[in-house]
């Protein structure tokens, strides 16, 4: 397969989808991780500490930077299949199969992608954007803090503030929900379209997939809901 055609032919696309979808199963784990960090309650010194290391270390920023060519990789070519897939679709079957052929969040692969980008945007704007552009200490007066003498980007305080709105809390938890369902199918798919054919390992994938898509969106949902609810101190 030639570089024009994995990111032209059907094939190729569902490859970069597979190939992007895993590098970021595994970003998710990253990240669910050191967000898990809040629940030290030690009013945030071990998750503003963890966040620090992943923006001050210049191996992961250029890893951040593999990251978001493969986030856009993966929305273009999921938009695209999408596309051509309701293109297919446009004559439907006379007998509609409903979940019988295919589970309902299977089909809506393309709305939960968007959702789920559209969550992202928003994910951005409130952390990421202020965090590596500098702009956290001119939010508000908590921007920064310091531990040992050493000044740390107060991310921790941001977290606080913002998930102070119930409609951000809401939304961020909707998002978490979308982002279930999405790897519930994603998963399997994947790991089927990078050559896992063996039975015996699909079954373990599979079940993988199910307590993956489970828990991590579980935990990611858990965090706001904590903040706002003052679980964590």
């Given at each position: 397969m030639t570089w024009k055609q994995l990111f032209t032919s059907s094939v190729g696309k569902k490859f970069v989808m597979a190939l992007t979808g895993v590098s970021l199963i595994a970003f998710l784990v990253v990240h669910v991780g050191i967000n898990a960090c809040i629940w030290a309650n030690d009013g945030g010194a071990m998750f503003n500490k963890a966040a620090h290391f992943m923006g001050a270390t210049v191996v992961i920023r250029m890893l951040e930077v593999g990251l978001f060519v493969g986030i856009i990789l993966h929305i273009v070519q999921?938009?695209?299949?999408?596309?051509?897939?309701?293109?297919?679709?446009?004559?439907?079957y006379q007998v509609p199969l409903g979940?019988?052929?295919s589970k309902w969040y299977s089909r809506s692969m393309g709305l939960l992608g968007?959702?789920?980008?559209?969550?992202?945007?928003?994910?951005?704007?409130?952390?990421?954007?202020?965090?590596?552009l500098g702009g956290i200490g001119n939010i508000h007066e908590l921007g920064i803090i310091a531990y040992d003498g050493k000044a740390y980007h107060n991310l921790y305080g941001e977290m606080v503030i913002v998930f102070q709105?119930?409609?951000?809390?809401?939304?961020?938890?909707?998002a978490c929900i979308s982002l279930a369902?999405?790897?519930?199918?994603?998963?399997?798919?994947?790991?089927?379209?990078?050559?896992l054919h063996n039975q015996r390992?699909?079954?373990?994938?599979h079940a993988a997939g199910t307590a993956f898509s489970v828990i991590v969106p579980l935990a990611f949902a858990m965090m706001p809901v904590s903040v706002y609810l003052g679980w964590v101190k």
């Open positions: 999921g938009l695209i299949l999408e596309s051509q897939n309701r293109s297919k679709r446009s004559i439907g979940s019988r052929g968007t959702l789920i980008m559209l969550f992202l945007i928003m994910h951005i704007y409130h952390f990421w954007t202020p965090s590596r709105s119930p409609a951000i809390v809401i939304l961020y938890v909707l369902y999405h790897l519930m199918h994603g998963f399997n798919s994947a790991f089927r379209t990078l050559g390992y699909v079954r373990i994938v």
